[in-house]
């Protein structure tokens, strides 16, 4: 089948007498290209389009119509199946709000993930501070950065701040999960921070809650796209 030139880019231009030549998806609503394809040879190499981290992600868990992953890393997303399709909500703020609050101990001394080691379940529910954790412009509810909420004269004190920052990451899913059973928790954070995977036990009770065995995720991905196309 021709494709007109005005429909792909110059990438793709570059493999136009290639037998695996295609247009990208994104410049050709039509095309059922998706993620990891072949783009042909350059120099004898085979060159792949570009794979992001997300698919990979999604690439590495078996979901199905009773899972919801979760993914929390330097992003976060939500993706889910849903009549065959996956569904992905992403641009949650997490290990980027958590490296901004890290800027901020670092210029003290401390380091906020060594203090998390100190944090417990009931210092996450009993936390009182509204926190805000969209401090980038990409993140889902962006509104002129983050902001702290509810400081009072006697409840400013460190673990009520980190309490209260880690259950407002666990909470902001809440408005976007659909009605399935379990919730696959995957991704650097919860697995180097145990007290993440505890509070999500606890504030989604309905839930069955599964820390992902591959903590690794996205590498994990990457190899299963490696098997599946070369």
Not at 37 to 50: A, E, H, R, T, W
Not at 51 to 65: A, H, W, Y
Not at 87 to 93: A, L, Q, T, V
Not at 101 to 129: A, E, H, P, R, T
Request: contains cysteine; charged residues 20%.
């Amino acid at each position: 089948m021709e494709v007109s030139k005005k429909n792909y880019c110059l990438i793709s231009g570059l493999f136009e007498n290639d037998k695996f030549f295609h247009t990208h998806q994104h410049h050709n609503p039509e095309s059922n290209i998706s993620w990891l394809k072949k783009l042909g040879k350059l120099n004898g190499i085979l060159v792949f389009s570009s794979l992001g981290d997300t698919q990979c992600v999604i690439k590495s868990i078996d979901l199905n119509e009773k899972n919801i992953c979760i993914n929390i890393g330097t992003g976060s997303q939500i993706f889910y199946k849903q009549n065959d399709k996956i569904i992905i909500h992403k641009y949650f703020p997490a290990g980027r709000a958590l490296n901004t609050y890290q800027q901020f101990f670092k210029s003290l001394g401390l380091d906020i993930f060594k203090l998390y080691k100190n944090i417990k379940l009931s210092d996450v529910i009993n936390s009182s501070l509204s926190i805000d954790n969209n401090v980038f412009p990409q993140s889902i509810n962006y509104l002129n950065g983050g902001r702290i909420i509810n400081i009072q004269e006697d409840n400013f004190e460190y673990k009520n701040l980190l309490g209260s920052i880690l259950k407002s990451i666990v909470l902001q899913y809440q408005i976007y999960l659909p009605n399935r059973k379990n919730i696959i928790l995957s991704g650097g954070i919860p697995h180097k921070m145990k007290i993440v995977e505890q509070s999500f036990r606890y504030f989604y009770p309905n839930h069955k809650i599964i820390l992902n065995k591959e903590e690794y995720s996205t590498h994990l991905g990457m190899i299963k796209y490696i098997e599946q196309y070369l």
